[in-house]
């Protein structure tokens, strides 16, 4: 018997209702705020990740699923910020909408050791807004995510926000943290070893307990900003307050991958374990000019499904109540009848199906039960005679004879 990969997941039907309703609700969500949806294909040029996410990004490094053939190296897509923005630029977006806001729903993949909430297919909601630089913007983008995570009617999340700074003062970042690191490097763990030397600021993300003991100890956080990412920052804060958006800054946020500059944000939520982000985003001001368009600034946030998913669980979800008509047939003339009555129900528009496994009487009711049906036509001989149909209410447990003519009246209303 074949099995399905580690890391991945069958979503069953039962489940997929679940996922339709995310889904429904954040093309609800997105329509509101004018975002439209753009669908890039998931699997592109390696390369692509390796300029935008940065060679040192544990992704790049460990992560990517790669396929080689004769000249190329593909990746599948571990994330959706790199092949929009990429998919921007090579349709020319900029010159025909300029700024645009756009949301994406599917699959990611990660080569990553799976547990609760992590998984080597996994799938992301994400938006990502090109061609703006201004702080008000940033607010829309923050209580966007806080939006989707009320209306899918998760609470207790946290959101944890913090600024890198422009380019220069994420250099400064850099140096100031390795300068406020000399003394403590053997203390560190192998990995920020040699994060300290290649790229310091991802020693602020590493998990190990050690090294985040010594990172939440320095004092070294905001004093990297010049006066106009200070300023900026300050706006974003302020617009947060006015839509009593609740955040935290937290100053050893950084995020693990390179293109984000400016704010940067963190969703965590308690029921999530060791895997406590829900999602996560922020700026990227200079990656649509690193990959070859105009120098735009952006920003953009993603959320996991799964972990939406395990955060739903304790939420009131909704459950959706089946509109179902099934059709019992009983014996081979009231059969032909039935298949053509079946075509009528669809043809207007009511869900409806019928009993292919010729169950008898008792076992096909039990069938539309477990189906959740909402009205049950049984069909015989007798009926047919009488150019009647006994339908069944499934909800208030009566039933009567319908005239064959009178039938789709009486189902819709
Ligand atoms: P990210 O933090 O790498 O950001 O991923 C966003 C979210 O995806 C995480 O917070 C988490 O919920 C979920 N996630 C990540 N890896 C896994 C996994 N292996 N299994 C299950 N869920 C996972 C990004 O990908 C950025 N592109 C977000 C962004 C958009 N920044 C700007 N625009």
Request: proline share 3%; net charge neutral; aromatic share 8%.
């Amino acid at each position: 018997m074949y099995k399905r990969i580690a890391g991945t997941k069958d979503i069953l039907p039962d489940e997929v209702v679940l996922w339709q309703q995310i889904e429904q609700t954040i093309r609800q969500v997105f329509s509101l705020y004018n975002y439209k949806e753009i669908r890039p294909p998931v699997i592109e040029d390696a390369a692509l990740f390796n300029r935008s996410l940065g060679e040192s990004a544990e992704i790049v490094q460990k992560q990517m699923f790669l396929i080689h053939n004769k000249e190329d190296t593909y990746a599948l897509r571990p994330e959706g910020t790199a092949s929009v923005v990429r998919s921007y630029i090579e349709n020319n977006l900029d010159k025909t909408n300029g700024f645009l806001k756009l949301y994406y729903v599917g699959p990611m993949f990660r080569f990553e050791r799976p547990q609760k909430g992590r998984l080597r297919q996994f799938h992301h909601i994400g938006c990502e807004v090109i061609g703006s630089l201004d702080p008000d913007l940033d607010v829309e983008v923050i209580s966007l995510a806080n939006t989707l995570l009320t209306r899918f009617g998760i609470s207790g999340y946290k959101i944890k926000i913090n600024s890198l700074g422009c380019q220069k003062d994420k250099a400064k970042f850099n140096t100031n943290l390795q300068s406020a690191l000399k003394d403590k490097i053997n203390a560190l763990c192998e990995d920020c070893q040699v994060r300290y030397q290649k790229n310091p600021l991802r020693i602020l993300d590493c998990k190990n307990e050690e090294c985040q003991k010594i990172v939440r100890g320095l004092d070294i956080y905001e004093t990297y900003l010049c006066p106009e990412c200070k300023d900026h920052f300050a706006k974003v804060r302020e617009g947060l307050d006015v839509l009593k958006v609740n955040y935290e800054v937290v100053p050893y946020l950084v995020r693990g991958l390179d293109y984000y500059t400016g704010t940067v944000f963190e969703i965590s939520h308690p029921d999530l374990g060791a895997q406590d982000a829900l999602g996560a985003g922020g700026r990227y001001n200079n990656l649509v000019k690193e990959l070859g368009g105009p120098d735009l600034g952006a920003i953009g946030f993603a959320f996991g499904v799964e972990r939406l998913l395990l955060c739903m669980q304790n939420a009131a979800v909704k459950t959706q109540k089946s509109n179902l008509v099934y059709i019992i047939s009983l014996g081979q003339t009231a059969r032909k009848e039935t298949i053509k009555l079946l075509d009528l129900l669809r043809k207007n528009d009511i869900i409806a199906d019928i009993d292919y496994e010729n169950k008898s009487l008792k076992a096909a009711m039990r069938k539309a039960n477990d189906l959740g049906a909402k009205f049950v036509l049984i069909v015989g001989d007798d009926e047919l005679k009488k150019g009647v149909v006994m339908l069944k209410d499934m909800q208030k447990g009566e039933q009567k004879e319908v005239n064959f003519s009178d039938l789709l009246k009486e189902l819709k209303c």
